[in-house]
């Protein structure tokens, strides 16, 4: 069966399409800025027809499609994603692209979706109980309950990054406080570096993303300023590790789940020694003795959300 995915992301657009298991087609471009909505699915149209070419098929080769996309998915419609234009007030994304692609569509959040291309061939495979978390400028989590996905009686479901960790803690960039995103991830970093040199604390996190021309603090940012022995910067990757043990072990403690998987930019960036450091901050918090849970790195990278969105189509179909 053939399917093609496609994962929406707030800076890229990826795609591919599968063929049974194997990956045969990818493709990749920037997500609009600006243009509203309108441009965004425009963006996702022209992904997918990539991604077709790069496999040498046509639509009608597929039997369907899929796309994991940020916010709040609920019977084909999305909402509540202030990270891509046009898509923060609920639209039906599903009928959109069926209009445009002429092909059935499954719509589902980006990290579930990743969560499906995880288990079924990633670091998730052989169980039947994963978490994924994706740690990137936010934190995103999707769930795999039974082998299938749970999405929740709203469509709310997974979202890890907005577990509360600390009561009356950080500011989270969702507006609330104590929440594992308000430590962990990139966006909220950067902004408490922000604060922290307006204080009067030095860093070079600034003086390194100026260095790489980037205008905002990524994920390689991050890794060469904590290379550089940047005394701040360490301590807000140690407040996020924090964040994130104490997040996942409450997850695994209340679902009893087999595998976690970590993945996203700055877990990618930071390698091993980062995945080892999480799981030695999520085991003093484990309830089930001796700890039956697994912590492994995802497997798919960049293009986990767009496999898992493919995978998702076959349901469609």
Do not use: W
């Amino acid at each position: 069966m053939r399917t093609v995915g496609i994962d929406l992301g707030g800076t890229n657009a990826y795609a591919v399409v599968l063929d049974d298991d194997r990956t045969i087609g990818h493709a990749k471009r920037r997500t609009p800025t600006d243009g509203g909505r309108n441009e965004v699915i425009k963006t996702l149209v022209k992904v997918a027809d990539d991604a077709l070419d790069d496999a040498g098929l046509e639509r009608t080769a597929v039997v369907g499609a899929g796309v994991g996309t940020p916010g709040i998915v609920i019977g084909g419609t999305v909402g509540n994603a202030s990270n891509v234009p046009g898509f923060d007030e609920r639209f039906d994304l599903a009928a959109a692209l069926h209009d445009r692609l002429d092909l059935p569509v499954r719509v589902a959040n980006d990290v579930t979706a990743a969560a499906v291309g995880e288990h079924a061939l990633g670091g998730g495979r052989g169980a039947d109980d994963i978490l994924v978390v994706f740690v990137g400028t936010g934190v995103g989590g999707g769930l795999m309950l039974g082998g299938v996905p749970f999405e929740g009686s709203h469509g709310g479901a997974g979202e890890f990054g907005h577990l509360v960790i600390r009561q009356g803690g950080a500011v989270c960039p969702c507006g609330r406080r104590g929440c594992v995103e308000a430590y962990a991830g990139r966006r909220a970093m950067e902004l408490a570096a922000e604060r922290a040199v307006a204080a009067g604390t030095p860093t070079v996190l600034f003086e390194v993303m100026d260095g790489k021309g980037k205008s905002r603090a990524t994920s390689g940012v991050f890794k060469t300023a904590l290379e550089r022995g940047d005394e701040l910067v360490a301590d807000l990757i140690d407040d996020g590790i924090a964040a994130l043990g104490a997040g996942i072990a409450s997850t695994v403690n209340l679902l009893d789940l087999e595998v976690v998987v970590l993945g996203g930019g700055l877990a990618d960036k930071l390698g091993e020694s980062y995945l080892a450091r999480v799981e030695a901050a999520m085991r003093p918090h484990l309830f089930l003795e001796p700890p039956r849970v697994r912590l492994v790195a995802a497997m798919l990278g960049d293009e986990g959300g767009a496999v898992g969105a493919a995978l998702l189509a076959r349901n469609v179909a």
